[in-house]
């Protein structure tokens, strides 16, 4: 709920920390159920999955908030903060979760919905545009074309580098969900 003070530095400082009915949309926890195929609405918050967290004795990354942020619908609040993108998805919280949630895929599918707000981490967008242009998040190089050619390989291994024909068929998933050209526009926007 905002107050209205029509100065963005004084809206800043004294925005509510009031949690209202109003903050929350339950379609954002039905999303989140759907993509992460999990259940954050059975978390009973005991914080056993920030205490397995490599990311949060580094950070102000916590889990736990996401997963309850999920349960009482808080978009907003979930997919604009940079904590999002410090899981590692190394699944020890859902190794160990006591209620058998996903806390990793949950992560996960807020990261999705957040890419449909246009926020995320240029690195994925570069993903993006390299898995597009060569079939490789990490494609071969000059120097890895000569080492491997020392060790008696081809220059190129046995993958859309040396059979680059398969790649419209990648090209054609991609554009089916439009990813490139999110990637160039969100990219080319950062730039300005
Ligand atoms: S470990 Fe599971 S039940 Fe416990 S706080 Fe985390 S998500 Fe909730
Ligand atoms: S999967 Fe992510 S949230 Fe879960 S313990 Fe690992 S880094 Fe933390």
């Known amino acids: ?75 907003k609040e979930s997919l604009t903060d940079p904590d999002l993108w410090l899981c590692t998805t190394c699944y020890s919280c859902t190794d160990r979760c006591p209620r058998d949630i996903a806390p990793t895929d949950v992560i996960m599918a807020m990261r999705n919905l957040a890419f449909k707000w246009d926020i995320v981490p240029r690195n994925f967008l570069k993903t993006i545009q390299l898995i597009y242009n060569t079939g490789h998040g990490v494609p071969n190089n000059d120097v890895n074309r000569a080492a491997r050619v020392k060790l008696g390989l081809e220059a190129e291994p046995e993958t859309t580098h040396k059979y680059p024909e398969y790649l419209p068929g990648i090209r054609k998933i991609m554009d089916h969900y439009h990813m490139k050209e999110n990637a160039d526009r969100i990219l080319s926007e950062g730039e300005h």
Do not use: W
Request: hydrophobic share 30%.
């Open 1 to 75: 709920m905002v107050k209205g003070y029509s100065d963005p530095a004084m809206e800043d400082k004294f925005q509510d920390r009031y949690f209202h009915t109003t903050d929350s949309n339950p379609e954002f926890l039905k999303d989140v159920e759907k993509l992460s195929r999990s259940i954050p609405h059975m978390c009973f918050q005991c914080g056993t999955c920030t205490g397995s967290c490599p990311s949060a004795p580094r950070s102000s990354y916590r889990i736990r908030k996401f997963v309850r942020r999920a349960v009482l619908g808080l978009e």
